[in-house]
């Protein structure tokens, strides 16, 4: 798991990286309400994640752990929940067709943008397919050279569109779609290449899918209520050039979160394993290495007050300085996030999906509480000070649940 952990940590961090070097350059050839305009577009994506593919692609990754499953019965398994996403795309594009005009008013992006969402989803969920299969096998080169190789395209067609061919917003859109659409042919052919998807219909197989995603689905109407809709929120009370200001600092947070996701990926195979062992031991071992990691987060999260800010205003041009003021609180809120994800791996071992659901629809309920309590106060600090509350009760209501459903000797005092 070690060895596994600094491999999705290091190629995590170098296709943040790549991204993250955009941050000053997009800041300087785009204003905050050109960068609002981005984020709207994000925004837009991160909710099609609840319809496009229904969550199903963490089934797959499930389904490997399963005792007596052949490796034709996974294939089959991952090929019917590719009949999945083919469905649940014609009915996003059947329902948005009839109000694609009036979205993209609320939004205040292109037409156009809304399809190229649809397109940029549906190629993100074959990646998210191929990436899966490469981590639940502990293939962690494989895992990380696409996932570098993703932001590397990324970059380029970012700084092809934006930089030199000056296509403003529409270039860093287009960057976007063009890499989705390279990387899923890439991910579908090296599947096919593997043997990994066989493209035979089973209603058990899609049952078995679905009973697993669906429950998924509002978990992640929640994520978004949770991570996302901030920004909607920004938008329409403060207007596109506050909630670009506001993504800036949201995008360098970021950086921690796709930290604390590479450790997760190797953690969560690991655990799995572990768990398998039911052994009180082992089981009080993580414990203890899970107590240690939240104390070196909150040692992190004091630091971000003395650091994060000087560190934006060098990065990014001086029209967005006013992120710096919100800054620490964005990446305490992130820390929150990665205490979270130590916690939640229990919930889906024991394939108790629809509980995560609870926690996440009330830690968005709370944030879009707070969104409209706090924002017409306070700004974009209103903003803020509502994502560290709602990822703290995430956490600590996640913690709950997953002791809850599965033991573990949390209360080391007793042991």
């Not at 577009?41 to 692609?57: E, K, M, P, R, Y």
């Not at 096998?137 to 696409?146: E, P, T, V």
């Not at 270039?171 to 593997?194: C, E, H, K, Q």
């Not at 082992?282 to 003395?306: G, H, N, Q």
């Amino acid at each position: 798991m070690f060895k596994n952990s600094l491999i999705y940590t290091f190629s995590s961090i170098l296709s943040a990286a790549l991204p993250f070097m955009l941050l000053p350059i997009l800041t300087r050839y785009l204003s905050p309400e050109e960068y609002g305009q981005i984020a709207m577009f994000n925004i837009f994506t991160a909710a099609l994640l609840a319809i496009i593919g229904f969550s199903v692609h963490g089934a797959a990754n499930r389904r490997f752990f399963d005792d007596d499953v052949s490796n034709m019965e996974l294939a089959r398994f991952n090929g019917n929940c590719f009949f999945i996403l083919l469905i649940s795309t014609a009915l996003a594009l059947l329902v948005l067709t009839f109000v694609d005009s009036f979205l993209a008013s609320y939004l205040g992006i292109p037409n156009a943008w809304i399809y190229l969402g649809i397109a940029s989803v549906f190629c993100g969920f074959v990646l998210s397919i191929r990436l899966g299969q490469w981590q639940i096998r502990g293939k962690a080169i494989s895992y990380g050279f696409l996932q570098v190789t993703n932001a590397f395209i990324g970059f380029s067609f970012t700084l092809l569109f934006v930089v030199f061919l000056h296509l403003g917003p529409e270039g860093r859109v287009y960057g976007i779609i063009l890499t989705s659409v390279i990387l899923a042919l890439v991910s579908y052919y090296t599947l096919r290449n593997d043997k990994l998807v066989l493209f035979e219909y089973n209603r058990q197989d899609i049952k078995d899918a679905l009973s697993f995603g669906m429950p998924l689905i509002p978990h992640v109407v929640g994520g978004f209520l949770l991570l996302s809709v901030d920004r909607l929120v920004i938008n329409k009370e403060l207007g596109l050039e506050m909630t670009g200001i506001y993504m800036v600092a949201v995008s360098l947070g970021a950086a921690l979160n796709i930290i604390f996701t590479s450790l997760n990926k190797a953690f969560s195979p690991w655990l799995f394993g572990q768990l398998k062992e039911n052994n009180q031991e082992i089981k009080r071992d993580i414990v203890i290495k899970t107590y240690l990691y939240f104390v070196f987060l909150m040692v992190m999260s004091l630091l971000a007050f003395f650091i994060a800010p000087p560190l934006l205003k060098l990065i990014v041009g001086v029209e967005f300085y006013q992120a710096a003021d919100i800054l620490p609180m964005i990446v305490i809120g992130q820390i929150f996030i990665g205490m979270y994800f130590m916690v939640t791996n229990y919930i889906f071992y024991v394939k108790k999906t629809k509980y995560l659901s609870y926690v996440t629809i009330s830690s968005g309920a709370i944030n879009v509480a707070l969104l409209l309590l706090l924002i017409p106060l306070y700004g974009i600090s209103g903003a803020a000070i509502a994502f560290m509350i709602a990822n703290l009760w995430q956490f600590l209501c996640t913690w709950a649940v997953s002791a809850k459903l599965y033991t573990m000797p949390w209360a080391l005092w007793r042991t």
